[in-house]
């Protein structure tokens, strides 16, 4: 069962990710920078299901769920490493800016997730879990604060024809990095009450 488990889930991965290249996602030869636009939607939309089936099919077994998990970290050290080596490669689906960063994110954190859940299942441990759950909170958080610092400066700093090149989403990635250290405020603040509650010795007792 864990055997057909973990095949099943990296054949699908794989064959994900050939749907992609030959869809026109994935380019190894662009010089233009953003990717030329015959790219195959329906190959892209069946991709992702495969993606998908790969972590439904190696989610009931934590040990298919590590290793669906450390592909996912290594496939996205080999893209950073890619996009480092050769100038040409892209990863393309809408052709909107930071789209190789997301698709490198989205792999790491799914990878994380896989990883770290299926830790929490073989060892009962609910820091673990927390991980999950403090990466996802972050991550909403910080992509919903860019998406309304870009609303807020298109609307307020961009709308009018003379206001030149407008830097939204500069302005927009302050916004998203003041959320990052206001998440790690938060999460630190949460792990050292919790660190009190287990530990109560060792909390100096005032008199």
């Given at each position: 069962m864990?055997k057909?488990?973990?095949?099943?889930?990296?054949?699908?991965?794989?064959?994900?990710?050939?749907?992609?290249?030959?869809?026109?996602?994935?380019?190894?030869?662009?010089?233009?920078?953003?990717?030329?636009?015959?790219?195959?939607?329906?190959?892209?939309?069946?991709?992702?299901?495969?993606?998908?089936?790969?972590?439904?099919a190696?989610?009931?077994?934590?040990?298919?769920?590590?290793?669906?998990?450390?592909?996912?970290?290594?496939?996205?050290?080999?893209?950073?490493?890619?996009?480092?080596?050769?100038?040409?490669f892209?990863?393309?689906?809408?052709?909107?800016?930071?789209?190789?960063?997301?698709?490198?994110?989205?792999?790491?954190?799914?990878?994380?997730?896989?990883?770290?859940?299926?830790?929490?299942?073989r060892?009962?441990?609910?820091?673990?879990?927390?991980?999950?759950?403090?990466l996802?909170?972050?991550?909403?958080?910080?992509?919903?604060?860019?998406?309304v610092g870009?609303?807020?400066?298109?609307r307020?700093?961009?709308?009018?024809?003379?206001?030149g090149?407008?830097?939204?989403?500069?302005?927009?990635?302050?916004w998203?990095?003041g959320?990052?250290v206001?998440?790690?405020?938060?999460?630190?603040?949460?792990?050292?009450?919790?660190?009190?509650?287990?530990?109560?010795?060792?909390?100096?007792?005032?008199?």
């Amino acid at each position: 069962m864990l055997k057909n488990r973990v095949l099943l889930s990296s054949a699908l991965l794989v064959l994900g990710l050939i749907l992609l290249a030959v869809g026109g996602f994935i380019q190894f030869h662009d010089v233009s920078g953003f990717g030329w636009e015959q790219w195959n939607r329906p190959l892209g939309y069946v991709a992702a299901v495969l993606g998908i089936a790969a972590v439904i099919a190696a989610w009931p077994l934590p040990k298919a769920r590590t290793t669906l998990g450390i592909e996912l970290a290594v496939l996205s050290g080999l893209v950073i490493l890619l996009g480092l080596a050769n100038t040409g490669f892209r990863f393309i689906w809408v052709r909107e800016e930071f789209e190789m960063v997301a698709f490198e994110f989205i792999l790491f954190l799914l990878a994380v997730v896989l990883v770290a859940t299926a830790r929490a299942a073989r060892t009962g441990a609910g820091g673990w879990l927390r991980l999950v759950g403090y990466l996802l909170g972050t991550t909403v958080l910080v992509y919903g604060t860019f998406l309304v610092g870009v609303e807020y400066y298109d609307r307020t700093m961009c709308g009018s024809e003379d206001s030149g090149d407008c830097l939204a989403v500069l302005g927009a990635l302050f916004w998203a990095g003041g959320a990052i250290v206001v998440c790690v405020i938060a999460i630190a603040v949460i792990e050292g009450v919790l660190w009190r509650r287990r530990h109560p010795s060792r909390v100096p007792q005032h008199r």
